[in-house]
């Protein structure tokens, strides 16, 4: 071997070293934002989780958006009102779950159906388990005027879990959901 082919090879496998390291890198950077999203979707599912603990037993969940603003309404108002924050809150949530407006300027508009409500009516006419997937296909079909995102369907189905109703099921890498109390929802129905 010649001495400059030796040069000639030895600054192909440099830039090649080099090439390596950048790719290596470049992928380090792209791992490092993905572990960074996935934290942030954990924290929020974490709170979609703390959020569906503390409205469980609630009667009417579908209700629940409107709850929230409500008590958020409630808990600023002074110190002072403390003592009676409890029966005011109460009492906007009944007000609220018994059919008043959330809004002055949603009076003439009909109410969306919520997201975990349209996904349960999907659920029940299935008596096999149903992937997020395939019933976000069907929700668009029936509803084109939504458009929720395949992650906004599975938060929606994780809560109903955290709620208890409906039941996940994993098979081998896929999961699949039913409605945790079939009699129940039928005979409500």
């Known amino acids: 071997m010649t001495s400059q082919s ?75 009102a403390a003592a009676g924050a409890t029966s005011r809150r109460t009492a906007a949530t009944r007000n609220t779950s018994a059919g008043a407006p959330a809004k002055s300027g949603t009076r003439g508009k009909p109410r969306q159906a919520l997201l975990g ?8 006419k299935y008596d096999e388990p149903r992937p997020a997937k395939e019933l976000r296909d069907e929700l668009l079909k029936k509803h084109p005027d939504r458009n929720p995102t395949p992650q906004v369907v599975r938060n929606t189905l994780e809560a109903l879990v955290a709620k208890g109703r409906v039941r996940r099921h994993k098979q081998q890498r896929s999961v699949m959901y039913t409605l945790a109390q079939r009699d129940g929802a039928n005979s409500s129905a």
């Open 6 to 80: 030796a040069a000639a090879l030895r600054a192909r496998y440099v830039d090649q070293a080099a090439s390596d390291l950048e790719e290596n890198r470049r992928l380090q950077r792209e791992l490092q934002e993905r572990i960074t999203m996935l934290k942030q979707e954990e924290a929020l599912l974490g709170d979609i989780i703390s959020l569906a603990e503390r409205y469980e037993g609630l009667a009417d969940a579908s209700r629940l958006p409107e709850q929230v603003q409500d008590e958020q309404q409630v808990v600023t108002k002074p110190k002072g």
């Open 117 to 124: 409500d349209l996904l349960m009516k999907l659920l029940d």
